[in-house]
């Protein structure tokens, strides 16, 4: 078992619904695209990260687009027909390195497996964690990018730092 720091942006958006005016977080992977509305009132990553995060495949350019899109399909398929709120203007993108516990194990003979587990919450993960987990081990490695990426060191190479 080890952490690892996923990259995420940070998207947060304006909307306004019957003259009222309020935020919304979304949480956008770096690597898969993901989009996940998120609420920030219980859980805050540690922005002092000094571990070796992955570095994210996309921008904050892309991450905004991503998320706008993303709550713009959020509205129109919440239920009801009352007035729905419109999307203001984006309010912050910040890159952060959401932590997760990864456990290794084999599935069948010769088949690794992983399973994530929230390292903030305590919870299960679902699929897009795992697949943005696979997409960064698997992704070129970038300046930012962990030692171990994407094969884990052997003891010789720890003797060598």
């Given at each position: ?16 619904r ?34 070796q ?26 239920p ?17 390195h ?43 490695p970038?300046p ?17 730092q």
């Amino acid at each position: 078992m080890e952490a690892v720091w996923l990259p995420y942006f940070r998207v947060t958006v304006e909307t306004h619904r019957k003259g009222k005016t309020e935020t919304v977080d979304a949480l956008i992977g770096g690597h898969d695209s993901s989009f996940t509305i998120f609420d920030w009132s219980t859980t805050q990553p540690d922005p002092s990260n000094d571990r070796q995060p992955f570095d994210a495949a996309i921008d904050e350019a892309q991450a905004e687009h991503i998320a706008r899109q993303g709550l713009v399909r959020f509205v129109m398929r919440s239920p009801g027909w009352g007035a729905k709120p419109t999307i203001g203007r984006t309010t912050s993108v910040t890159q952060i390195h959401y932590p997760f516990w990864v456990y290794y194990f084999e599935r069948r003979r010769g088949t690794i497996d992983v399973k994530l587990l929230d390292a903030l919450t305590g919870q299960h993960t679902g699929t897009k964690a795992k697949v943005a987990f696979l997409a960064a081990i698997t992704a070129k490695p970038g300046p930012n990018s962990p030692a171990i990426h994407p094969i884990a060191p052997t003891p010789r190479d720890w003797a060598q730092q």
